[in-house]
C-alpha cells in the first residue's frame, strides 16, 4: 500500500520541476515511509512520484515500474488479490516477468487489452499509467473506491495524487471553496464523488479511467460496464453455499502477503466471522484489535470482542479510549481526511489503528458488509415505506414526531415518507440538512451562490439499477457505490494510512458483491432482520450469541458529549470573531440547534458534528491553523 503523485504538462509543455514532485511526495510520507522513486519524461513534460509501504515483494517491488522496454511506466496504490491468476495468463501470451510483484502484472495486462484489462483486476487499486507510446497518461481506481485518487487540471497541467495534500503542493493551484460540494456536504456531510471542497479538485469516480494526452483530448470512461440484473430462480440453500464459497475464498485471497495480516475487531458479526477464516487459514495466531469508550452503552464493543477473540483464539489487544484523547485528535484529524467527513468515528479509527501498526503492517476490516446486505435500520425504513407508501402519507407522522422530538430516525421517515418519486425518496434518506433547514442556516449571500446538484449525483447510480426489482435492491446498489467509497472507505484509507497501515476489506471482493447483487431482496432483509443470507452463512463457523447479539456499530458517545460540556466548546469555536462559520451560517440558528440538543427537545447530534467539522476543517487549509 502506497501513496502516488505525478504531474503532466500536456499543454503547457513547462519543464517538470523535481523539486515539486519531491514536495508532493513528502506531504504523503505517512502513506509509504520505506521508499521513494520518481520518474520523469522530459520530452512530454511528465513526472510520477510514488512513496512505498512494503508489503508483497519487498525487493523488487520498487516503483515507478516500468516494462522491459521502457514503454510503459506506472505508479500504483493498493492491492491485486487474483494477480497470480492473471500473471498466468500472460505469461501463456508470452509476456516476461521481472519481478513477483503485483504492479508488473498491471502493466503487462494493460499492455495486451489497454484499459478494458482493468476490469479484470480484483483488488483495491489507484494508479496512473504512463504510456509512451501513445504519449498519455491514464489514472485509474478500483472498482468500489477503496483506494482514493484525487485530480486537478489547472493552467495546461493535469496533477494528480493519492491525497490532496500532493495536489496542494503544486504552485499554480490556488485553493478556493466550490459552493456546489458546499451543497451537497450540508446534504449528506460528505461529498459524493466527483465533488471535493476545493474548487476544481476531483475524485475519480470508482470503477473508472481518466485519459489524457499530449495533445490534449480528455477521456473520462467506465471501465466496467455492469448492471446487476435479479436472479429469481435461486433457492435460499444454493445462495447460502455459494455465499459461504466466496466469503471463503475473498478472505483466503486477501490473505496474501509477505507480511503479517491482523484483524480490526469489532464486537459485530462481520469481523468476528473474518477473523473465525484468517485464524483458519493462517499459519501462526492472528492478532486483533479493538478500541472503545468508558461507560456503558452502544459505543462500548470491548466486552463483546473480547468474546468474539477469545472464541476465535486470536493474540488480543485493546486500547479505551477517553474524550480528551477523542477531542485531541479530532481537532487535527482533518489534515489527514482532507474533507469534513462528518462521521463521529473518525478519531477512534485513528486510535486503533495506530494501536494495531506497532504490530503489523497489514488488517482486514468488516466494512463493506452492511451496505450490499441491508444491515442499517434505513433499510427497514426503505422497506416498510415503498411498501406503505399511500398509508403512511395520511397518518398524522406530525403530531407522533412532536411528541418523538429526539428520535432521529421516526423524524426522517416522516420528512421522507412525503416523496412519491423513488429517486426523490433516496435521497430524503440520505438528508441531512433539509432544504427547510438550509434557508434558515445559510446567509442569503451564500445562498445566491449555492447550486443544487444533489438529486444528479444520485440519479448517475439510480441510473443503472433498471434490471433490479425492488427498491430495497436499488438503494443497496447505490449506497454500495456512493455512501461506501467517499465516506466510509474514504476516511478508513485516510486513517489507515496515516499510521502507515494498509486495511483490505474482503466484503468488497467483485465476485461476492456481484453474487450478493443479484440475489432477492429477500435474502437480504426479511421484517426487520437485515444481512439474512450473511447471518445464515455464518451459522456454520460462528455460535448464535455472536451472530444474533444486537448490532452496535462503530458509534462514539457523541450524542451524550454534546449534552454537557462538549456543547459549549462547540459554541466557543462556531461563535469565535474569526470563525469560518460566520461567513456562511446564522450563528443564531446554530446556537439555537446546540440549546436544544443540549437540553433534550430535539436532537441534532449529526447537524452539529456536521458544522463543527466543517469549521476545523476551513481552520486547517483556508486558514493555515
Not at 508483497?56 to 496504490?77: C, H, R, Y
Not at 453455499?241 to 471463503?248: M, S, T, W
Not at 474482503?506 to 444481512?531: N, Y
Request: net charge neutral.
Amino acid at each position: 500500500m502506497c501513496g502516488i503523485a505525478g504531474i503532466f504538462n500536456y499543454q503547457n509543455k513547462h519543464s517538470i520541476d523535481l523539486q515539486v514532485l519531491q514536495k508532493m511526495g513528502g506531504a504523503i510520507r505517512h502513506r509509504g515511509p520505506d521508499d521513494e522513486g520518481f520518474f520523469i519524461d522530459p520530452a512530454v513534460h511528465l513526472g510520477l512520484c510514488h512513496r512505498r509501504l512494503s508489503i508483497i515483494d519487498l525487493t523488487t517491488g520498487k516503483q515507478p515500474m516500468s516494462n522491459a522496454a521502457e514503454t510503459i511506466w506506472i505508479v500504483f496504490n493498493g492491492e491485486i488479490y487474483n494477480f497470480v491468476d492473471l500473471k498466468k495468463d500472460l505469461q501463456k501470451k508470452g509476456c516476461h516477468f521481472r519481478t513477483t510483484s503485483d504492479t508488473e502484472v498491471i502493466i503487462y495486462l494493460y499492455e495486451k487489452y489497454g484499459e478494458k484489462g482493468f476490469e479484470r483486476l480484483n483488488g483495491i487499486f489507484a494508479f496512473g499509467i504512463y504510456d509512451k507510446r501513445n504519449q498519455c497518461l491514464i489514472l485509474a481506481r478500483d472498482h468500489f473506491g477503496v483506494k482514493p485518487l484525487y485530480y486537478t487540471f489547472v493552467q495546461g497541467s493535469l496533477v494528480f495524487g493519492s491525497e490532496i495534500k500532493a495536489i496542494l503542493q503544486y504552485p499554480s493551484f490556488k485553493k478556493e471553496l466550490d459552493y456546489e460540494a458546499f451543497h451537497s456536504f450540508l446534504t449528506f456531510r460528505y461529498n459524493p464523488s466527483p465533488q471535493t471542497l476545493f474548487k476544481d479538485i476531483k475524485k475519480l469516480y470508482p470503477g473508472h479511467y481518466l485519459r489524457v494526452t499530449s495533445e490534449g483530448s480528455v477521456e473520462l470512461e467506465s471501465y466496467w460496464n455492469y448492471q446487476p440484473v435479479t436472479n429469481a430462480n435461486i433457492s435460499e440453500e444454493e445462495a447460502i453455499e455459494e455465499y459461504q464459497r466466496l466469503l471463503e475464498q475473498s478472505i483466503r485471497r486477501q490473505l496474501v502477503s509477505d507480511v503479517p495480516v491482523g484483524l480490526l475487531l469489532s464486537g459485530g458479526i462481520d469481523s468476528a466471522v473474518i477473523g473465525y477464516l484468517m485464524q483458519k487459514y493462517a499459519k501462526e495466531k492472528i492478532k486483533t484489535f479493538t478500541i472503545g469508550f468508558p461507560g456503558e452503552g452502544d459505543f462500548n464493543e470491548l466486552s463483546d470482542a473480547r468474546v468474539s477473540a477469545r472464541l476465535i483464539g486470536t493474540e488480543h489487544y485493546e486500547l479505551e479510549l477517553t474524550q480528551k484523547e477523542y477531542m485531541d485528535f479530532f481537532y487535527k484529524s482533518f489534515y489527514y481526511i482532507e474533507e469534513p467527513i462528518a462521521e463521529t468515528s473518525i478519531s477512534a479509527l485513528y486510535y486503533v489503528s495506530k494501536l494495531a501498526s506497532d504490530h503489523v503492517k497489514v488488517v482486514l476490516a468488516g466494512q463493506g458488509a452492511d451496505e450490499p446486505m441491508a444491515g442499517y435500520h434505513r433499510y427497514i425504513g426503505e422497506n416498510y415505506i415503498n411498501k406503505y407508501a399511500g398509508l403512511l402519507r395520511i397518518l398524522p407522522f406530525q403530531t407522533i414526531a412532536a411528541i418523538l422530538p429526539r428520535n432521529e430516525r421516526f423524524k426522517r421517515a416522516v420528512y421522507v415518507s412525503k416523496f412519491s418519486s423513488e429517486l426523490q425518496r433516496f435521497l430524503g434518506i440520505y438528508t441531512i440538512f433539509t432544504p427547510e433547514q438550509k434557508d434558515q442556516l445559510l446567509n442569503d449571500d451564500v445562498k445566491g451562490q449555492m447550486r443544487d446538484v444533489d438529486e444528479m449525483l444520485v440519479e448517475r447510480l439510480y441510473s443503472q439499477t433498471s434490471q433490479l426489482k425492488d427498491s430495497l435492491s436499488k438503494i443497496t446498489f447505490i449506497d454500495t457505490r456512493m455512501g461506501l467509497p467517499d465516506n466510509l472507505l474514504l476516511f478508513n484509507d485516510k486513517m489507515t494510512m496515516a499510521n502507515s497501515l494498509e486495511m483490505r476489506v474482503p466484503f468488497l471482493d467483485i465476485g461476492l458483491i456481484t453474487f450478493l447483487e443479484s440475489l432477492p431482496a429477500s435474502f437480504k432483509l426479511r421484517g426487520t432482520t437485515g444481512k439474512l443470507i450473511h447471518k445464515k452463512a455464518v451459522e456454520k463457523w460462528l455460535p448464535k450469541e455472536i451472530i444474533y447479539r444486537k448490532k452496535r456499530g462503530f458509534e462514539t458517545p457523541m450524542d451524550t458529549w454534546l449534552q454537557s460540556d462538549l456543547a459549549q466548546v462547540a459554541k466557543n469555536i462556531i461563535n469565535a470573531k474569526d470563525s469560518a462559520c460566520s461567513n456562511y451560517f446564522s450563528l443564531r440558528y446554530i446556537n439555537r440547534m446546540i440549546d436544544q440538543h443540549q437540553h433534550r427537545k430535539e436532537n441534532f447530534r449529526r447537524h452539529i458534528f456536521a458544522l463543527l467539522s466543517f469549521e476545523l476543517w476551513c481552520k486547517g487549509f483556508f486558514e493555515g491553523r
